[in-house]
């Protein structure tokens, strides 16, 4: 099964509100992690990522947060705008077997309220 | 651009009917994956290369799928007797050194199987 999975499809904010995009992952040997965002027709464009030695990362407008004791990460959206609107997926390194693929959860759409 | 390449962008054929894609790394990148991701959900990883090695196919879906990298830079993704439901969107993704490094995607060749 999937390793790392996010707990809502579907996330409506207010333009200028802060958005919150929660992920578990299940597999507690995971030590890096990526989110990444989908707009329509496109392929997934990279946004942050972290390593499991850090708790935290900021970027621009966007930082990512992670809790390794429940096993969960958050990606945090300042001041969502209108073309922030995509998918979002968090991804962790496939464990075992010797593949190094990127296990995909079903994404989270956020869609903006203007 | 300097990004990942994908062609063609879109590709409609027959059942039954051999298909071949195309991924253009980043210049220097050793490492090449493909996934397939069908609508609503994440990317599913299918197979990678480090440089002309291919090290993991394990995860190809069928023995329908291949995949090559003959001179270790762009790598083409072949399906032979296409089935409808090998229609999706087939995406490549590049990155330099080990596993846990940015992967960087390309836009994908979305397929269509009548």
């Known amino acids: 099964g999937e390793s790392v999975g996010l707990h809502l499809p579907t996330l409506s904010v207010q333009e200028g509100d802060n958005s919150i995009i929660n992920c578990a992952y299940s597999?507690?040997?995971?030590?890096?992690f990526i989110w990444y965002k989908q707009e329509s027709g496109k392929g997934p464009q990279f946004i942050i990522d972290?390593?499991?030695?850090?708790d935290k990362r900021q970027g621009q407008r966007v930082t990512v947060l992670l809790n390794k004791t429940v096993k969960h990460l958050s990606l945090q959206i300042a001041a969502t705008q209108p073309g922030d609107s995509a998918v979002y997926f968090c991804?962790?390194?496939?464990?075992?077997?010797?593949?190094?693929?990127?296990?995909f959860g079903k994404g989270t759409h956020l869609i903006i309220q203007p | 651009d300097t990004g990942v390449s994908q062609d063609p962008r879109h590709k409609i054929t027959k059942r039954g009917q051999n298909v071949t894609f195309r991924c253009d790394p980043i210049?220097?990148?050793?490492?090449l994956y493909w996934y397939r991701q069908t609508l609503g959900q994440g990317p599913e990883f299918l197979t990678y290369?480090?440089?002309?090695?291919?090290?993991?196919k394990s995860r190809l879906l069928s023995d329908r799928f291949s995949a090559e990298r003959p001179k270790g830079s762009f790598s083409t993704l072949e399906i032979q007797r296409t089935e409808q439901g090998d229609s999706a969107m087939y995406l490549c993704?590049?990155?330099?050194?080990?596993?846990?490094?940015?992967?960087?995607f390309g836009a994908g060749t979305r397929l269509s199987v009548l």
């Open positions: 597999n507690s040997a995971s030590d890096y």
């Open positions: 210049s220097e990148h050793n490492r």
């Open positions: 290369f480090q440089n002309e090695a291919q090290l993991e």
């Open positions: 993704a590049s990155t330099r050194g080990g596993a846990k490094n940015i992967q960087y």
């Open positions: 972290i390593r499991s030695n850090m």
């Open positions: 991804a962790d390194v496939l464990s075992g077997g010797g593949a190094d693929g990127l296990t």
